[in-house]
């Protein structure tokens, strides 16, 4: 049995049981790919720029589900919270949070303060929690804010919006650290809105994957060789892989789960390996077909 198609750490996997390399399909993984080193690459160089009045930020664009949070959750775990024991706290080098569902200033310091497990009184002044923000920010040694659904600025009325804005940019001000926001592409529309703010994010597309491209080919490549799986299944090739993109729209994500579900499935029937066959008969609905359904059952 040849096992060329995994990596070293993947063939070690195949002497677990069945159900142990089930459970590993279906634990997160990452899979690295060229459009997603360009980001980190990104995200390394303004973690590592020079404390300025001005900050640059990154404003990372995509669609839902196409691998965004998962990329940025990289790059935090390759600066995790550090102890710190000569001082009083740990430190805490990138901070993410979700933006509150609607742009209210209060309620994005109450998020930022529950992240930290700080005391606060939700009755205090935006004032008041702003200072205590910037205060245990700067004690903990932060030296990048990341706020993913940021297209929630979207959520209140335009005077809401603008004044969200400005609460960002008095954030980035006071902290002197760069900003990463995420968001799908309304959340480009809400911060162009303001010429000032918009100045100073940077826009990094994340697209989804076009058949033929050969980037698309070597991410299935990627996922196969860290799928637990006896016998190669050949992602790479044509037809398979362009069934896999019918299936999923280019959304990573999208590829990431049908992958598992049928890697766990081949495990199941004994196969050991993805095939059209096996693709065929899965229980799957592509996400175009799925929100042609709900648009059918909404009368829309």
């Not at 280019?250 to 004994?270: F, V």
């Amino acid at each position: 049995m040849t096992l060329e198609h995994l990596t070293s750490k993947t063939r070690e996997l195949l002497n677990l049981s069945n159900e142990e390399r089930m459970q590993v399909i279906r634990s997160s993984r990452w899979v690295g790919y060229p459009r997603a080193k360009q980001l980190l690459a990104k995200m390394d160089e303004l973690y590592h720029y020079p404390v300025s009045d001005r900050m640059p930020n990154l404003l990372i664009i995509g669609d839902t589900n196409n691998g965004k949070t998962m990329l940025v959750k990289r790059f935090c775990s390759m600066h995790p919270p550090e102890d710190n024991p000569e001082g009083e706290n740990v430190i805490v080098p990138i901070l993410y949070i979700d933006c509150p569902p609607k742009p209210e200033e209060g309620r994005l310091y109450d998020e930022i303060l529950g992240k930290l497990y700080e005391k606060f009184k939700e009755r205090d002044s935006a004032g008041k929690k702003l200072s205590q923000v910037v205060k245990v920010c700067q004690r903990i040694g932060v030296k990048m804010l990341v706020l993913d659904e940021v297209q929630h600025i979207l959520a209140g009325s335009t005077h809401q919006q603008r004044s969200f804005l400005n609460v960002l940019k008095t954030l980035g001000n006071k902290l002197k650290v760069p900003i990463v926001a995420l968001g799908i592409r309304e959340a480009f529309n809400a911060i162009q809105t303001d010429p000032q703010l918009a100045n100073r994010f940077e826009l990094a597309p994340l697209p989804r994957w076009r058949l033929g491209d050969e980037d698309y080919e070597r991410l299935l490549a990627s996922f196969e060789a860290l799928l637990p799986l006896k016998k190669p299944s050949y992602l790479y090739e044509d037809d398979i892989a362009g069934k896999l993109h019918s299936m999923t729209d280019g959304y990573i994500g999208e590829l990431a789960k049908l992958l598992s579900k049928s890697a766990i499935e081949a495990i199941k029937n004994g196969d050991e390996q993805i095939t059209l066959k096996l693709l065929n008969s899965m229980d799957w609905v592509a996400p175009s077909d799925r929100r042609a359904q709900m648009d059918k059952i909404l009368g829309i």
